[in-house]
């Protein structure tokens, strides 16, 4: 691998998918005639091209995590509208789900499996970014599309395709806007917070991973353009970070609020202690836990008035038309479902719905599957402009700093506005308070602190 | 009085008889000229080692026809048994313990990544390769000097606390790579059949020295000073001087196995290469083929892998894991000599008493 990317991992573990599993193809070579007649399709360095009807698509996301299971629920539903409709060429869009187990080892042996195995005609999803940069050079090497709608670090595009087009060209990114862009969405947001309440002294904390580089180098910068003094700073490990000192050391600056770049780091115990010390500062940032739809209530209320940025904005503000009409479906059908979550997708979700729409579209365009020329589904993909569930959809071509990426969208300031925040507010009704086009509410700040 | 054992045991004989006889006088050439070297054979014994390697050499013809991911499962049981094999020239023949040989693949890991991160990112693969095996032998030494003068419980537990200390070490320095560690080095190939073979090959060799050594007196030393260390000093044999040896011998398998498992993965980090449970499923490997017999916890790796990535491929990875250590604990138990070791020399007895 070449990318400068790291890869978090688990000891050697192995791939699990549902549907035509391993298990069964052991019985089907069992039975022996049956296992000869499979051989065909199997193994072999790459295999088939893909299929010629329909669209099969490998799913890949941590399923133990209701980020997973929100976006493997998304796909199926996009699935779903697309074979109700004309289908792809003739055939359906399938589904195959591929566990990481958020681990970079396991989605090797799971993409593997996926390739070679249900030769899939593309790929959809991955959260971390470790893990979606351990699977670039396996992607493409395969030339198997890969859509990654949920890991932001700008080395996914950048540092491939951005400096070999033709290796990497396979890999696009539908969503969120990659962690360059998102530092300038928080710059945006940092400067609303000034505008409305004065806050101009932030403590900035981060994952200590791959996803949070850009806001390490970006972010002083573009606050400090904007007159906003960071008074702390600190990359937290993400094995065990240490919350609590973190939190006597702030309270002792004069920080208006927390920055925080929280993915891998479960942001819950700040909370809680925050919530009880009552802290004389906010909390603002990105936080993926709290992006879990039923997090007020999972944190007994602690997550009032912290906010985070997240793509589609959890489905509380019409980003586009599509966008509340999509979560209410989802809520439809899985409102009881017994795995969380149940009243949105988290991000990838939203992301992923988009995805496999306009795959499914420019397949048909092509009258062929994204493996039956990269070239032809590469052009294609550069036309695309999309109103999806998270906005518009439109990528870099050949030429930019981040080949394949989703350009963000800019309002007439020139802020940035695909990258919306929420705040838990009130009785934990959940509030889009930026951009101000999107916007349900305004920013509240604790009432401890007014 | 005859019991049920005694009458399969019979039947047994009966059915692999005639095939001892069949293949005997070809095992009698195979110990003509390399049972010296090797150990001596019946014809059933050789038979079951032929097949083996020809099945392993002939893998793509037949596995594709098992899953689809065989080719991948065959190149990591390849590389854990290079670990298991290791681990057992020095564990399972001494009798002194290690829980923390993961330490040696992973030095030799870190060494191969170190080395690209801040030496030279185009270092040649030959460079980086025997400076890590290199690695893993002076991190061997280093243990060894000061642990294997002590007798008892006291080098398994310090290359225990080995290991837990190496952990902590890489995700303490951000210069070691934290919990995502390094993603420099560059994988063999993506291609699975290619991939295999790059894991197998130095498998084999490695088998093959090590069976070697293991026959040799060196071996014999060992296996001695596991049974009676007092009477192997008594003999004027100084057993300090050979368990150091024995680590010597584990240590640079365990190098190699190391740079393998690097170009398997392309990446370098705690997780995959120092965890402390990669030290346990070696053992694990190793008890569950037959410990002290180096052919055992080869076998014992692809067994392990096979059920790990193929058999249990539809559970959960904690269900996969308990479900192997009830194995483990199972053969414990109830065969302490090790699943292949049995089956060996059960073979071994058919057709009168030539081992």
């Known amino acids: 691998m070449v990318n400068n990317g790291r890869t978090p991992r688990e000891s050697a573990s192995n791939a699990r998918i549902s549907g035509v599993g391993r298990r069964s193809f052991l019985k089907a070579t069992g039975a022996g005639a049956t296992g000869v007649a499979l051989a065909g399709c199997l193994g072999g360095n790459g295999g088939d091209e893909g299929s010629s009807e329909g669209l099969k698509v490998g799913h890949i996301g941590p399923m133990t995590s209701p980020l997973g299971v929100g976006s493997l629920r998304s796909a199926n539903m996009a699935a779903n509208v697309v074979n109700e409709g004309d289908g792809v060429n003739g055939g359906e869009v399938e589904i195959v789900e591929g566990d990481t187990e958020a681990s970079a080892s396991q989605a090797q042996a799971v993409v593997e499996e996926l390739i070679q195995q249900e030769n899939v005609d593309m790929l959809v999803g991955v959260f971390a970014s470790e893990v979606a940069l351990s699977l670039v050079d396996l992607t493409a090497d395969n030339d198997v599309p890969l859509l990654v709608t949920g890991s932001a670090s700008p080395q996914v595009t950048r540092d491939h395709a951005g400096e070999n087009y033709d290796k990497y060209k ?12 998102q530092a300038e969405a928080m710059a945006g947001y940092a400067g609303y917070l000034k505008d409305l309440h004065d806050w101009d002294q932030v403590a900035f904390l981060r994952d200590n991973a791959a996803w949070t580089t850009s806001f390490e180098e970006l972010i002083p910068g573009l606050l400090s353009e904007r007159d906003i003094e960071i008074v702390y700073e600190s990359a ?3 094995d065990s970070p240490d919350v609590g000192s973190v939190m006597d050391e702030i309270s002792g600056t004069d920080a208006d609020y927390i920055l925080r770049f929280f993915a891998h780091i479960d942001g819950s115990s700040m909370l809680g202690t925050w919530h009880d010390g009552q802290y004389d500062f906010g909390i603002e940032g990105i936080h993926v836990t709290g992006m879990f739809p039923g997090y007020f209530e999972a944190s007994q209320g602690a997550a009032l008035y912290e906010t985070t940025a997240q793509t589609g904005a959890a489905g509380v503000t019409d980003i586009t038309e599509k966008t509340v009409p999509f979560v209410e479906s989802y809520r439809e059908q899985f409102g009881d479902a017994e795995n969380p979550p149940n009243q949105a997708p988290m991000y990838m979700g939203f992301t992923t719905y988009d995805a496999i729409n306009i795959v499914s579209e420019v397949a048909n365009e092509n009258e062929e599957s994204p493996r039956g020329s990269i070239d032809n589904f590469v052009d ?6 999309h109103t999806g569930v998270a906005g518009t959809i439109e990528f870099y071509g050949e030429d930019s700093d981040y080949p394949h990426d989703l350009k963000e969208t800019r309002n007439d300031q020139g802020d940035i506005v695909n990258y919306p925040v929420t705040q838990w507010q009130g009785d934990g009704s959940l509030e889009c308070v930026y951009p101000e086009q999107y916007r349900t509410a305004d920013h509240v700040m604790p009432e401890w602190m007014r | 009085m005859t019991s049920a054992k005694d009458t399969f045991d019979r039947g047994l004989d009966r059915v ?3 095939i001892e006889r069949a293949f005997s006088p070809v095992a009698n050439l195979f110990n003509r000229y390399l049972g010296p070297y090797f150990g001596k054979l019946n014809g059933l014994q ?16 037949w596995a594709p026809l098992v899953s689809g991911t065989m080719f991948r499962t065959l190149a990591l049981a390849s590389i854990w048994a290079i670990f298991a ?3 057992d020239i020095q564990s399972g023949y001494t009798g002194y313990i290690s829980f923390g040989h993961s330490v040696l693949s992973g030095i030799a890991a870190y060494t191969t990544a170190l080395l690209l991160v801040n030496v030279n990112p185009e270092m040649p693969f030959v460079v980086t390769a025997v400076l890590s095996v290199l690695a893993s032998l002076v991190l061997g030494l280093l243990i060894a000097l000061p642990t294997l003068r002590l007798e008892g419980p006291y080098f398994s537990l310090i290359t225990f606390v080995g290991v837990l200390l190496f952990y902590r070490l890489t995700t303490a320095y951000d210069a070691l790579g934290g919990i995502p560690g390094f993603s420099q080095p560059e994988v063999f190939t993506w291609d699975p059949v290619m991939r295999y073979y790059y894991m197998l090959v130095p498998m ?11 026959r040799s007196n060196l071996g014999m030393i060992l296996v001695a000073i596991r049974e009676n260390e007092s009477a192997v000093s008594a003999a004027g044999i100084n057993p300090t001087k050979f368990k150091i040896w024995s680590f010597v011998l584990s240590s640079i398998p365990m190098g190699i196995g190391g740079v393998l498992l690097v170009g398997f993965y392309g990446n370098v980090d705690p997780a995959t290469f120092i965890l402390v449970d990669n030290s346990i499923e070696m053992i694990a490997m190793a008890v569950l083929g037959g410990m002290g017999s180096i052919l055992g916890p080869l076998g014992g790796a692809f067994l392990f892998e096979f059920l790990n990535e193929e058999l ?6 904690s269900v996969r894991y308990m479900i192997l250590w009830v194995l483990v604990l199972l053969v414990l138990v109830f065969a302490r000599r090790g699943l292949f070791r049995k089956i060996w020399h059960r073979l071994g007895e058919v057709g009168g008493d030539r081992r």
Do not use: H, K
Request: charged share 10%.
């Open chain 2, 204 to 214: 084999l060799l490695v088998a093959l020295v090590l069976t070697f050594l293991a």
């Open chain 1, 236 to 238: 937290l490990s993400i």
């Open chain 1, 380 to 385: 294609s993909m550069l036309d695309v402009s």
């Open chain 2, 16 to 18: 692999l008889g005639p």
């Open chain 1, 170 to 181: 396979n890999i696009f990114r539908p969503g969120p806007i990659n962690s360059d862009l």
């Open chain 2, 85 to 87: 094999m290791s681990w």
């Open chain 2, 46 to 61: 050789f038979l079951l080692l032929a097949v083996s390697i020809l099945a392993l050499l002939t893998a793509e013809l």
């Open chain 2, 312 to 317: 249990l491929g539809g559970q959960s990875r």
